[in-house]
């Protein structure tokens, strides 16, 4: 053991006696990496009947097969994929008008409005969904505020039960974590470069495209792989107001562990899911700023 | 400083939408909960209190905010303890797997919840663990843990080593330097990890609903209520929550705002 002269070492306090280390490593690994990994060894055990194979001699690539060569899965997830990266898009359009709003105004201002932004992000989730749903449906308050206005004279149906209304209630529901990390890229930009910008007599819109956009593209990057994850690992909102038509990947996946009782090819199919997420979160924090814990 | 210019004008209109987006689901069931709805219909004649008092009978609701709480101050506990306990052994630790330490602990943060949630549930299942609501809290620790140790290993980060060393210098053990010297400096920073966390594990719905036995929490309750239709009490149980939630925020932004952000900006 090193001797301590009086904490002279830095970055040292001493030793960490080894019961504490092995807790620092423990803890994490039972609860959080052997669920994992637990998971992905479930993706090769099998079902036959109501019977679960899950011993390590009958391991098989069957789920892996059958995702791949049914007609159901892969589709599915393309279709669930591209949904996602139209609410990724969708939610940074929104998103990036409201985070300059939010960054050129001052002081407490500033602060308050980013408030009112998060209040929303603590509201139950659930009765968002719900209110969604009751807002776009058929008696819905945009039906009726349409016909109110003369607009239609029957309530259209095509906002709700499709993959349409699934677009809509995700890009409303996740449009607070679009604008945070964009917000944050903003509020980073050194100040004068937009004095320099105007001083070589650039108008305020070329110094927008020119200046502010590509330097804030890293953090609209990283809004919309966060945004994007956010909405492919969503199963509840889809359940809610997809109805038949708007199937998606994350309620395959848990109909597997519901009503379809296959764990093991649940699990295959997260796995799968996990590779989707991955990609999203490797092409976010390559291209991107680090997603935004802090 | 900035001239009223045509495209300010058109920002703070889109800004105005995008609030309206995203106040509208909010508001639709507060203000209808003033209301009596009837056959799916609200009548707006007159404003009452009945949802407010139909929901002092509903004994499930209550149940499940119960339940909600006890899961969300357990979850908030054990993640600050845990959160401080790994934030100090990333900080001060010597120890070559830190990194993978704390990569690990990210990723139920990462992973979307029904990654989490399915791989817990697998877990529980695997080593004969019952679901009841200790698997909740277990649970929603792993999820807000994540955030908890993240707050907390920044203020940690930009805590000088001088103040520890002079501690040292003093003849203070490693003990009293961490409740006399560390943990004064980590308040604000464990009280915003709380309240965040609290926020976070009262609304946690995706990881709740896989590993959850029979007990409900508010947020399953709702959900399992809301394939039946609402009820008007409902409408009343989300303005409470809200209005609950809005101070919960303020009380948060009063701790973490002021110091993160001026501390940043300067």
Not at chain 1, 251 to 274: D, E, H, K, M
Not at chain 2, 32 to 55: C, E, I, M, P, R
Not at chain 2, 239 to 255: C, E, G, K, N, Y
Request: aromatic share 12%; proline share 4%; with cysteine.
């Amino acid at each position: 053991m090193k001797t301590r002269i009086a904490g002279l070492e830095v970055n040292q306090i001493g030793r960490t006696p080894w019961p504490l280390t092995l807790l620092a490593y423990g803890l994490p690994t039972f609860f959080i990496l052997i669920p994992l990994l637990s998971f992905l060894t479930y993706s090769f055990f099998w079902v036959k009947g109501t019977e679960l194979h899950s011993s390590f001699q009958d391991l098989t690539f069957l789920n892996y097969v059958r995702i791949f060569t049914d007609q159901i899965y892969l589709p599915v997830l393309w279709r669930t994929t591209v949904l996602c990266l139209e609410v990724a898009v969708l939610a940074v359009c929104f998103g990036y008008p409201v985070a300059y709003f939010l960054a050129s105004l001052q002081g407490r201002k500033k602060y308050m409005f980013l408030m009112l932004l998060l209040v929303p992000l603590l509201m139950s989730y659930v009765i968002k969904i719900y209110a969604i749903r009751s807002i776009l449906g058929g008696n819905g308050f945009l039906n009726r505020f349409l016909m109110a206005s003369g607009l239609i004279d029957q309530p259209l149906t095509f906002f709700v039960f499709n993959l349409q209304a699934v677009l809509l209630a995700l890009t409303v529901l996740l449009i607070p974590f679009a604008v945070l990390p964009i917000f944050l890229s903003l509020e980073k930009l050194p100040r004068n470069l937009l004095e320099a910008s105007a001083d070589l007599g650039a108008s305020e819109l070329q110094t927008f495209l020119r200046v502010v956009l590509p330097m804030s593209l890293p953090g609209v990057i990283a809004a919309a792989s966060f945004v994007f994850v956010l909405a492919i690992g969503d199963f509840l909102t889809p359940q809610m107001v997809g109805g038949n038509s708007g199937f998606t990947f994350g309620r395959i996946i848990y109909s597997q562990f519901g009503t379809a009782y296959n764990w093991p090819f649940g699990s295959a199919l997260s796995v799968l899911l996990c590779a989707v997420v991955i990609i999203a979160i490797v092409v976010g924090s390559r291209f991107g700023n680090k997603r935004g814990l802090a | 400083m900035r001239r009223l210019s045509l495209g300010r004008i058109g920002l703070g209109a889109l800004t105005g939408l995008v609030f309206i987006l995203l106040y509208g689901p909010i508001f639709v069931p507060i203000v209808s909960s003033f209301f009596t709805v009837k056959y799916g219909q609200v009548d707006w004649s007159h404003a009452n209190l009945d949802a407010y008092a139909l929901l002092v009978n509903n004994d499930g609701i209550l149940t499940a905010l119960e339940n909600t709480l006890l899961v969300g101050v357990s979850a908030v506990v054990l993640a600050l303890i845990l959160g401080c306990f790994l934030a100090m052994f990333y900080r001060f630790s010597r120890s070559p797997g830190r990194g993978f330490v704390q990569f690990i602990i990210f990723l139920p943060f990462l992973m979307p919840p029904i990654i989490t949630g399915l791989a817990l549930l697998i877990f529980f299942d695997d080593i004969n663990f019952d679901r009841s609501l200790i698997t909740v809290i277990i649970g929603h620790t792993v999820f807000v843990l994540a955030l908890v140790y993240r707050t907390i290993l920044v203020r940690l980060q930009s805590l000088g080593m001088n103040m520890i060393e002079a501690s040292y210098d003093l003849g203070a053990s490693g003990w009293q330097t961490f409740r006399l010297v560390i943990l004064p400096n980590l308040k604000s920073a464990l009280i915003g990890a709380a309240i965040l966390a609290f926020a976070l594990s009262f609304d946690e719905t995706m990881i709740t609903i896989l590993v959850t036995g029979t007990d409900n929490t508010l947020p399953i309750r709702l959900w399992a209520m809301m394939r039946l239709g609402f009820t008007p009490d409902i409408n009343a149980l989300v303005a409470i929550i809200l209005a609950f939630t809005t101070v919960l925020v303020l009380v948060a932004s009063r701790q973490l705002i002021p110091k993160e952000f001026t501390t940043r900006e300067a």
